[in-house]
């Protein structure tokens, strides 16, 4: 009998996967073609290194490479395959070193036994002593090469079953002695038309194709074949055998799947005649703006309306206080959200990392409503904090952009931003539609409470303009590329912004440093003096927020510090904030706007200039080093 001693202190794993992608293909057609288009789409999930298995002759045939997914396919293409089943993956690790041997797919050491996973098995040097003691051995450095051979252990151990396969069997008998996370893909030897998957904590979808199957972490990868997919929930296993597929849990109780048909334009996911997906994104802001909007206002009641919030306005007028829980950008969105409703609806909101959060115990009343912001849907973090509120009752709402991922399922209610697939690992489009979505939401709730008709309406009309607006500051481009050549060669920035633009000087800063790797922080304005005034020096520049005529005088003394340490500064500024002459070395108007929509607005100008920075610099803009586009570990 298998015995893990759970209560073991566990080392720190070697292998710590942070994000990775995964696809499977099991049809009538070449799997490793389809399988490569899948992963280059899921690349943007993780960079470091790839691989492939396929189904050969009675053999599993793993190829894997380190680096880019084009070195994969190039491996490929050397010896080219016809099976027409295979699991590929690409991966990005946080600990270890990126080698062939830690690439996935992993092999069992009898070679039974091929996986791909994405997520942390946090109980594997346990699992791996034992293993080793029954003669299995190891040739990476990954938990996941452990899962593999427990999966092994136990195929070679289990009789063949009266009913159902011994090779899914096998599957659910090893996982039901791991901790942590996975979305898997599973291949066996003796089963050349059999895959398996399972999943607990990392998303995992079954695209349901015209005589073929497929398994991906992420629909992006399952939409040039189907839109059919099925999104399976954790603790769930399906059993891939041809073209049929069942879904069970754990004790092996069937699951009716339910078949959801995705919305997705495919020609979302590609380039076109954009340099980079960072860039396509910021130019795709407004159609994002307008697609969070669409259908949503009520111009007879001067408000917003949502349809899937899933509670009455009687329920929301009790709501006394909000919690917004985030990572990262979606984090620096809620701090807008915050400043929005508290102005408009007059609700106490406070804004909390996601990853502190579940670990806080924050008192909350029973009035209180968790929402949580996430792009993906399936930050672990962010989950994790949802599931924690779940758990302790509290009503649970999610902005996100991805339909049917976990958190969307998982929250009792929410907003879609519909903005389209972001593929750019720094997050643009999201970011302004969560703010778009923040405005609309502090409207509504507003509206609800003591925002008076004529308020209401006159905010509808200022967020229909924005798309517009958000167009009239892209075509400035060239204004801002020449901007950001001037500053290429720095090192260190201060975003520095009151009120409102806070969190925009947060997002400047985050998203020059997340693609350019130059030192950026962001303030509010005031704070500068309380520290941050150090820095000021010919070297570090400063991008100063000046959008609201109430804090201008402040703002520029504030600038005017800066100058008087020979610091240089860029400003984005409304039309209507004029500045003393000479003040800014560099200045970016952007038009005037509603007052709770100039986040927006005043976004556009400092992605730009990050992006054209990093791509002076030579940097890789859509895959910054060190970063993925979805954390689903913690
Ligand atoms: O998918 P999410 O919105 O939950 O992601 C949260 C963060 O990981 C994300 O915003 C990250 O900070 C981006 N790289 C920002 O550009």
Redesign the pocket.
């Given at each position: 009998m298998l015995l893990l001693h759970y209560y073991l202190p566990q080392k720190l794993i070697k292998d710590n996967q942070k994000m990775c992608g995964i696809v499977g293909y099991l049809g009538k057609q070449n799997a490793a073609g389809i399988l490569l288009e899948g992963l280059k789409r899921l690349e943007y999930r993780g960079y470091d290194s790839s691989g492939l298995a396929v189904f050969e002759d009675g053999n599993l045939i793993v190829t894997r490479r380190v680096g880019r997914v084009k070195e994969l396919v190039a491996a490929v293409k050397k010896a080219p395959s016809q099976s027409s089943l295979g699991i590929c993956h690409t991966r990005w690790a946080t600990h270890g070193v990126v080698t062939e041997q830690n690439a996935h797919p992993q092999l069992s050491s009898d070679g039974k036994i091929t996986l791909v996973h994405n997520g942390v098995i946090e109980n594997y040097n346990t699992i791996q002593k034992f293993l080793i003691s029954k003669g299995y051995t190891f040739s990476s450095e990954t938990d996941t090469e452990v899962l593999c051979n427990l999966i092994a252990y136990h195929y070679a151990k289990e009789k063949e079953p009266k009913e159902g396969s011994r090779f899914a069997q096998s599957v659910r008998k090893a996982i039901l002695h791991v901790e942590g996370t996975y979305g898997l893909a599973v291949l066996c030897a003796d089963c050349p038309n059999e895959m398996v998957g399972a999943r607990h904590g990392s998303p995992l979808i079954l695209g349901v194709g015209r005589e073929e199957i497929l398994l991906a972490s992420d629909v992006a990868a399952l939409v040039s074949r189907t839109p059919e997919v099925v999104y399976l929930n954790d603790g769930e296993v399906v059993q891939i055998v041809g073209t049929d597929f069942t879904i069970s849990t754990l004790d092996s109780e069937d699951i009716k799947p339910i078949i959801n048909t995705v919305d997705w334009d495919i020609s979302e996911g590609e380039l076109g005649d954009f340099d980079h997906f960072m860039l396509k994104e910021i130019f795709e802001q407004p159609e994002a703006l307008e697609n969070a909007m669409r259908g949503r206002f009520s111009l007879d009641q001067s408000t917003a309306k949502f349809g899937g919030l899933n509670l009455t306005p009687q329920d929301l007028r009790q709501v006394d206080r909000i919690l917004l829980c985030?990572?990262?950008?979606?984090w620096h969105a809620c701090l807008t959200i915050e400043f929005l409703i508290e102005k408009y609806a007059r609700i106490p909101v406070e804004v909390e990392y996601a990853s502190e959060f579940r670990y806080r115990n924050a008192p909350l009343d029973k009035n209180t409503l968790v929402m949580v912001?996430?792009?993906?849907?399936?930050?672990i973090d962010?989950l994790a904090a949802l599931q924690e509120s779940k758990r302790k009752g509290y009503t649970t709402l999610a902005i996100t952009n991805t339909v049917g991922s976990t958190i969307a399922r998982e929250s009792d209610g929410g907003i879609y931003q519909h903005a389209g697939p972001e593929i750019g690992?720094?997050?643009t489009k999201?970011f302004t539609s969560q703010l778009m979505i923040g405005a609309m939401l502090a409207l509504f709730l507003g509206r609800l409470r003591d925002m008076s008709f004529n308020d209401g309406s006159e905010l509808v009309t200022g967020l229909k303009k924005i798309p517009d607006l958000v167009r009239e500051i892209t075509q400035h481009c060239a204004q801002i590329k020449s901007i950001a050549k001037k500053y290429t060669k720095k090192q260190d920035f201060l975003f520095l912004g009151r009120l409102s633009m806070f969190p925009i000087a947060l997002e400047g800063a985050?998203?020059l440093k997340?693609i350019s790797y130059i030192h950026a922080e962001g303030y509010p304005a005031a704070e500068m003096k309380h520290g941050p005034i150090a820095l000021v020096s010919e070297e570090c520049p400063s991008v100063f927020f000046a959008t609201e005529p109430d804090t201008l005088a402040k703002v520029v003394s504030n600038m005017q510090e800066v100058k008087a340490r020979k610091g240089q500064i860029i400003v984005v500024r409304s039309a209507n904030c004029p500045l003393p002459e000479g003040l800014a070395d560099d200045e970016v108007i952007i038009p005037e706007c509603h007052q709770a929509a100039t986040p927006i607005l005043a976004s556009i100008p400092v992605q730009l200039l990050s992006y054209y920075i990093a791509v002076e610099r030579g940097c890789d803009v859509d895959k910054p080093r060190n970063?993925a586009?979805?954390?689903t570990v913690e």
């Open positions: 985030a990572c990262g950008t979606a912001v996430s792009q993906s849907g399936e930050t962010t690992v720094a997050s999201a985050l998203k997340e970063l586009k979805s954390v």
